[in-house]
């Protein structure tokens, strides 16, 4: 049985939530009385909940306690996606090495998830199952240092995603289709050239970017 979540949790969970999605927008000031008077609890558990997201990277605390949501700018997200897309590729050789037939039908799942979300234009969602899709393969490497390197991108890459794809893929569906040439290599269990697809995946929203700013 899964261990119910605390109250401090659940108001992290629902302000990185609402961070991701955009409804609290970057550069926004978070006043701890404020919250808690909304969220119908003590200022001590918004102050830990707001902890927990600086952690996350998702908010930062300066001068006389003020916290505020984090601005990540173009540059660094780009590094965010280059230092992720090393990190895959590292992870998915390893991966094709041993992932199994069953294996291989959860990722296909999820790809047919994927372009479900997309045609119904549910953002959100179609992120949760592209980031279980690669979540997955690095867990699959067995490689418990290489995930908690990984796990730390996870939310401000979400966050880009879910605030920006909408914007350079259309249809949303599309998305689904930039995984088949990753699920081409891994079922011929062929890891160089897994390597290679996944790293050209994970970039590609980088020349999106570029073709959109040209036009």
């Given at each position: 049985?899964?261990?119910?979540?605390?109250?401090?949790?659940?108001?992290?969970?629902?302000?990185?939530?609402?961070?991701?999605?955009?409804?609290?927008?970057?550069?926004?000031?978070?006043?701890?009385?404020?919250?808690?008077?909304r969220m119908g609890t003590s200022q001590g558990t918004i102050r830990e909940a707001l902890q927990r997201l600086e952690w996350d990277g998702l908010v930062e605390r300066q001068a006389r306690r003020a916290t505020y949501v984090t601005r990540?700018?173009?540059?660094?997200?780009?590094?965010?996606?280059?230092?992720?897309?090393?990190?895959?590729?590292?992870?998915?050789?390893?991966?094709?090495?041993?992932?199994?037939?069953?294996?291989?039908?959860?990722?296909?799942?999820?790809?047919?998830?994927?372009?479900?979300?997309?045609?119904?234009?549910?953002?959100?969602?179609?992120?949760?199952?592209?980031?279980?899709?690669?979540?997955?393969?690095?867990?699959?490497?067995?490689s418990p240092v290489l995930l908690r390197v990984w796990v730390p991108l996870f939310l401000q890459v979400q966050r880009?995603?879910?605030?920006?794809?909408?914007?350079?893929?259309?249809?949303?569906?599309?998305?689904?289709?930039?995984?088949?040439?990753?699920?081409?290599?891994?079922?011929?269990?062929?890891?160089?050239?897994?390597?290679?697809?996944?790293?050209?995946?994970?970039?590609?929203?980088?020349?999106?970017?570029?073709?959109?700013?040209?036009?």
């Open positions: 049985m899964a261990k119910p979540r605390s109250l401090v949790e659940q108001i992290h969970e629902q302000l990185r939530a609402d961070i991701i999605s955009g409804r609290i927008p970057a550069s926004e000031k978070l006043v701890e009385l404020e919250l808690a008077e990540v700018a173009i540059d660094e997200m780009y590094e965010y996606f280059a230092v992720r897309s090393l990190i895959e590729s590292f992870t998915i050789r390893r991966t094709v090495q041993t992932i199994t037939d069953a294996q291989c039908q959860q990722l296909e799942a999820l790809i047919d998830k994927i372009a479900e979300a997309g045609q119904q234009g549910d953002i959100e969602a179609l992120v949760q199952h592209d980031m279980r899709f690669h979540q997955l393969i690095c867990e699959w490497a067995n880009f995603i879910i605030q920006t794809y909408p914007k350079l893929f259309s249809p949303l569906s599309e998305m689904a289709e930039t995984h088949r040439p990753v699920m081409r290599a891994i079922h011929a269990r062929d890891a160089e050239a897994a390597a290679a697809a996944i790293q050209e995946h994970v970039m590609l929203v980088w020349q999106q970017i570029d073709h959109h700013q040209t036009r």
